[in-house]
């Protein structure tokens, strides 16, 4: 089956040649600002809701389905007439010899649970379910389904629905949460699995790549037919870290107004549990040429003329820093103070010209920001054109790849650290990584060759990449660094990349070396989270 395949690390084989500048030395005068104190911790960005999500966050698996698709009868796949729709995403009325279908829980290899599931919906019309499930027994509202996982995709089909009271709030509730799904919307295994954690950045949950949202009425609700369409509601994330006791790292939308930034302050100031820390972050890598944010900003510096014209790529730094300071400020005025903020301004690991001369300096934005972000990855992004080639590394061995990254990239990483703590300390902010772990990957072509996939694969499952994260951890320790953001939470690998430090929602943690070294550094910054038995 096919499907569109999102992913989001960072693309560190774009050049800085792009951004106008290479790196330079750390200039001797320092800014007069004091650095806040802490130490490493180890939070967790968590994988986007969208139907082929194999974390499994939620016991309603409906709330991760894709969005309706419109079929005809006699018509190719998905070649129906547009479909009307209320403003929640709900169909409204079908077209004779029409239906809408969706599909949930798109996972190869029987990774999520089987049994009878509960559907409620409200509204008349007609259900029915293919691919991993039958009707057991129905009545108006209510339905089970008999689900086997081995069949992969839950096909949910509406082949009727009243105008007057069409069929809306759809549920498909997995096994034994029938009762409990509405006070605890959370699988106990995915709570279980991040107690503990520092911080969860919510970059993905959000949708926050290429995001559309703008105004406050825009923003994901529980009323919505699903949360693969605008992300997460900002309750559930705040429920979230209420249950976890964790802080919460939130993407403001680059497109968001002020009216928006205000009210999901003041939200979050309402219902977060207020222990928590905030971390408040300008939209994502908005100086990664892939986002339609890193060209909104380019666009709107030369709208605003922030200098130079002639280098739209520097003026697109200068406004991310502008819009930045502009969203801290709100952040400050709802809270009245900034105890529980911490302002983040974050930029490519390997770009210290642009931290020092652009980001940071611009209109003082450092002074009003708390945090310098990066992401410093293990990197290794091979193109059939680049200097070590695809094709050449699909002709390796599991133990050379593993040197490579061990003697190479991992002391790339250690020196984009290094150097960018030196620019934090010159500025007086804390380094924190927005993102981190390896980065083992075909890009430009190179994510086809099926060899080169499967050899990253095998080097991210092999017990050495255990020792190599152990060092990567100690060294982000010895630089001085704090929260560490691990991307990603769970998520199957493809040729896309191997993000997940899990693959899917019931692997044994125990037989992930990436896991267990990320989870026993967490126990060294002193965090309670969570490992197997056996393994402590």
């Known amino acids: 089956m096919l499907r569109s395949t999102n992913y989001c690390g960072v693309v560190l084989a774009i050049s800085l040649a792009l951004w106008g500048g290479s790196d330079a030395a750390v200039a001797d005068a320092a800014p007069q600002k004091t650095l806040a104190a802490g130490k490493a911790s180890m939070g967790m960005n968590l994988s986007g809701p969208a139907d082929w999500n194999t974390e499994l966050p939620l016991v309603d698996v409906f709330r991760l389905s894709r969005r309706w698709i419109s079929q005809k009868k006699g018509q190719p796949w998905g070649k129906g007439p547009e479909l009307q729709l209320d403003r929640h995403g709900w169909v409204k009325r079908l077209e004779p010899d029409c239906w809408a279908e969706t599909l949930m829980c798109t996972i190869q290899g029987g990774h999520y649970p089987a049994g009878q599931y509960t559907v409620l919906y409200e509204g008349r019309g007609k259900l029915d379910f ?283 990483s250690i020196g984009w650290i290094q150097g960018q703590k030196k620019i934090a300390d010159k500025y007086g902010l804390r380094l924190i990584a927005y993102e981190a772990g390896q980065h083992m990957v075909g890009v430009g072509g190179g994510e086809n060759n099926e060899k080169l996939t499967a050899l990253l694969h095998a080097a991210n499952a092999h017990p050495r990449m255990g020792e190599i994260y152990r060092k990567y951890y100690d060294a982000w320790t010895a630089a001085g660094g704090q929260l560490l953001c691990y991307f990603a939470s769970t998520s199957a690998w493809s040729k896309w990349g191997s993000w997940g430090i899990l693959q899917y929602y019931d692997d044994d943690p125990a037989q992930s070396p990436k896991f267990m070294a990320t989870m026993r550094w967490a126990r060294q910054c002193g965090q309670p989270v969570w490992l197997p038995d056996s393994t402590r």
């Open 130 to 412: 293919w691919g991993g499930a039958r009707i057991a027994e129905q009545q108006p509202g209510r339905i089970r389904i008999a689900v086997d996982p081995r069949k992969e995709a839950i096909f949910l089909r509406l082949l009727e629905t009243d105008e007057k009271d069409y069929v809306r709030n759809i549920r498909v509730i997995m096994p034994g949460f029938e009762d409990s799904y509405e006070k605890e919307p959370f699988h106990p295994v995915f709570l279980k699995r991040w107690q503990g954690i520092a911080c969860l950045r919510f970059m993905d949950w959000m949708h926050t790549n290429g995001s559309k949202i703008s105004r406050w009425s825009d923003r994901p609700t529980f009323q919505d037919a699903t949360f693969s369409e605008k992300g997460m509601p900002l309750e559930l994330m705040i429920d979230l870290c209420n249950r976890l006791k964790c802080d919460a790292w939130f993407c403001m939308p680059h497109l968001a107004d002020d009216d928006y930034v205000r009210q999901f302050a003041r939200l979050t100031k309402e219902k977060l549990h207020p222990a928590a820390k905030i971390y408040i972050e300008y939209s994502n890598e908005v100086w990664n040429n892939i986002f339609a944010q890193t060209r909104y900003a380019r666009e709107k510096a030369q709208q605003l003329g922030i200098p130079p014209a002639e280098r739209p790529w520097e003026g697109g730094g200068k406004y991310y820093a502008q819009r930045s300071v502009e969203i801290f400020k709100i952040w400050e005025d709802v809270f009245g103070s900034r105890d529980r903020l911490v302002r983040v301004l974050a930029w490519q690991a390997g770009a210290t010209w642009w931290t020092d001369n652009i980001v940071l300096p611009y209109n003082d934005a450092y002074k009003q920001a708390d945090a310098l972000a990066i992401a410093p990855y293990i990197s290794m992004n091979l193109s059939p054109n680049s200097k070590l080639s695809s094709d050449e590394v699909a002709g390796w061995s599991v133990e050379r790849v593993l040197d490579y990254a061990e003697n190479k990239a991992l002391p790339e």
